[in-house]
């Protein structure tokens, strides 16, 4: 397929505006704006019907938006989604193989899909850039999460993609999976390959480029994780040797006191007014003589206040 990309992505894989998605009275993606670099890994997260999957799809062009527009890979979203999907790779969160055939057999049926040529040497180079050769004859329904996961992952990028969407690509894949599946899109990243993925692990977000918070289909923060921790402005304290639950009530009582959660036997304490927090955890601290310092803020914590204050506004 051909066609004159258009000139007003400014580099961008990715780049929508005003994007607004409704069903039925509710408004699931509202006004989202949104811009990726061609070769970034940005990751989208947000709580559980926040958005995210929604966006995915409008972006790709299998939704079409209420509202807004956007280019992806140079084209229209609502005018060109043959051409977009086309050139992308989509893994969607329940990805499904025909479990009675091998992985060779179920990317040959792939590549026949797609009518990808040669077909034959098309699978081998995929099976080798994969590491999955070894286990070409194995079969589907046999693999453990970690290698079905990356024979959707061979399965999406056999065509040469430029964007990969994953959606919660990890989920139910145990760590060292999760990290070589991680290595393996950074190398696609390197090779020029763009990347937006969603998901619900902090360690994954810690691995993008940058990073998007949507919630109630509002985008209320983006940047690097450390730009999006500092610009929260929460401050954390750990006070150590004693995780109680009687503890934690005390300090949740305390005003500056935002979170409280146990780490092993220490307790991270987090709030936005330093000072008030500061006063909160040096009192308990004395009370129960314990030693307190000040620590990292993560971005679970910061993802908690965002969730919370979504959810306040909600309201
Ligand atoms: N086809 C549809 N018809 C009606 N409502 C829908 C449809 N698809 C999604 N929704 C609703 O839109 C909201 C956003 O859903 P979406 O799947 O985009 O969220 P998400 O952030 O991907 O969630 P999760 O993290 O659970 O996958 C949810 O309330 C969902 O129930």
């Known amino acids: ?30 006004h989202v704006d949104l811009d990726v670099r061609r070769g970034e890994i940005v990751g989208f997260l947000g709580p559980n019907g926040s958005g995210k999957t929604t966006t995915i799809r409008l972006i790709c062009g299998l939704l079409s938006p ?3 527009e956007g280019v992806c890979l140079g084209y229209d979203i609502r005018t060109q989604s043959a051409l977009i999907k086309a ?58 999460g970690g290698w079905k996961q990356r024979l959707a992952l061979a399965a999406c990028v056999m065509h040469h993609p430029k964007l990969l969407l994953l959606d919660e690509p990890t989920a139910g894949v145990d760590p060292k999976a999760r990290r070589e599946f991680w290595d393996e899109i950074h190398d ?41 921790v500092a610009s929260s402005g929460l401050k954390t304290w750990v006070i150590r040797g004693d995780g109680s639950a009687r503890l934690m009530a005390e300090l949740r009582r305390l005003p500056g006191v935002e979170q409280v959660a146990p780490f092993g036997t220490d307790i991270h304490v987090v709030g936005s007014d330093a000072a008030a927090l500061e006063t909160a955890v040096a009192t308990i601290a ?17 993802f908690i206040r965002l969730m919370t204050e979504a959810q306040a506004r909600e309201r």
């Open 188 to 228: 696609l990243a390197a090779g020029g390959l763009t990347v937006l993925v969603s998901t619900h692990y902090m360690d994954e977000a810690e691995r993008c480029h940058r990073i998007v918070y949507i919630a109630y289909g509002t985008i209320v923060a983006r940047g690097t994780v450390d730009e999006v």
């Open 286 to 302: 004395r009370q129960h003589g314990l030693k307190a310092a000040p620590g990292e803020t993560s971005l679970e914590d910061v």
């Open 87 to 144: 050139e992308t790779g989509y893994m969607t969160q329940r990805f499904s193989f025909y479990e009675d055939l091998t992985i060779r057999e179920n990317l040959d049926f792939v590549a026949r899909l797609y009518d990808l040529r040669p077909r034959r040497e098309t699978v081998d180079a995929t099976l080798d850039r994969l590491g999955l050769a070894d286990r070409q004859h194995q079969l589907a329904g046999q693999l453990s």
């Open 1 to 30: 397929m051909t066609a004159t990309p258009s000139p007003a992505d400014n580099g961008n894989a990715i780049s929508v505006r005003g994007l607004t998605k409704r069903f039925g009275s509710k408004t699931v993606v509202d």
């Open 66 to 68: 209420d509202a807004g």
